[in-house]
């Protein structure tokens, strides 16, 4: 079974804090993605990659920054975190190309609190 | 612009009736839909999709019908039950920026009572 994992399941930080988000996958997928999700808007893109260095925005980048500096592990940064983003941040993987039907493999999902 | 839309945030239905969960979608380019289920504080884990060539699939209690012509998507699940109650993601995939992405709707929250 694909397993993806997140490092925390809820975190509460101040605002101004940098604040690191990390996702392991173990299923030698290439791709992997950041979205958040709030209310009444769905999940939202905010960085993915396709490869070990590569990133590329999303549609809500802004405000964050990513790293990938190996294959089976993805990191969302918040450098100085702002209450607008408290939000349930999710991680996802996916193989490379077109599979069966573009699924997506989502980790538990981090809910972040900034005061 | 939001290019898939699940435009009832909340729906109510009596276990063992039939529920249908609706989404629209404006973009041609899409090649697959997926449906999503979600329970709280854990993430979405797929649940039944249909390629854009298809107009319907079936899988248990599950059948996601297509209508191309109008941009829409249904979910029925039939007998709904209480371990059904849960929010459910409309997503549509298709080859963004050299990568398969998918693009999700706001969700609905679906509530079974027993």
């Known amino acids: 079974d694909v397993k993806v994992t997140q490092s925390s399941r809820y975190l509460v930080k101040r605002t101004g804090e940098k604040v690191f988000l990390e996702c392991v996958q173990d299923m030698d997928h290439e791709n992997m993605f950041w979205y958040r999700q709030d209310p009444g808007l769905g999940l939202r893109l905010i960085y993915f990659s396709y490869d070990v260095k590569m990133k590329e925005k999303g549609d809500i980048p802004e405000g964050y920054s990513v790293s990938r500096e190996k294959k089976e592990r993805f990191s969302l940064i918040l450098e100085s975190a702002s209450t607008n983003q408290t939000s349930m941040y999710l991680c996802?993987?996916?193989?490379?190309?077109?599979?069966?039907?573009?699924?997506?493999?989502f980790g538990p999902g981090t809910r972040l609190t900034v005061l | 612009d939001q290019q898939v839309k699940q435009n009832s945030p909340s729906l109510s239905v009596q276990e063992g009736r039939i529920s249908i969960l609706n989404c629209d979608y404006t973009n041609s380019m899409f090649d697959y839909f997926l449906w999503y289920k979600k329970y709280p504080a854990e993430g979405p884990t797929f649940l039944i999709s249909i390629s854009s060539i298809k107009d319907k699939n079936e899988d248990g209690r599950f059948t996601v019908f297509l209508n191309k012509s109008a941009k829409h998507l249904s979910l029925h699940i039939v007998p709904s039950q209480p371990g059904d109650s849960a929010v459910y993601f409309c997503?549509?995939?298709?080859?963004?920026?050299?990568?398969?992405?998918?693009?999700f709707g706001q969700g609905t929250r679906l509530t079974i009572n027993p």
């Open positions: 996802a993987s996916s193989p490379l190309g077109v599979t069966s039907h573009n699924e997506q493999f």
């Open positions: 997503a549509a995939s298709a080859l963004i920026q050299g990568a398969q992405k998918l693009v």
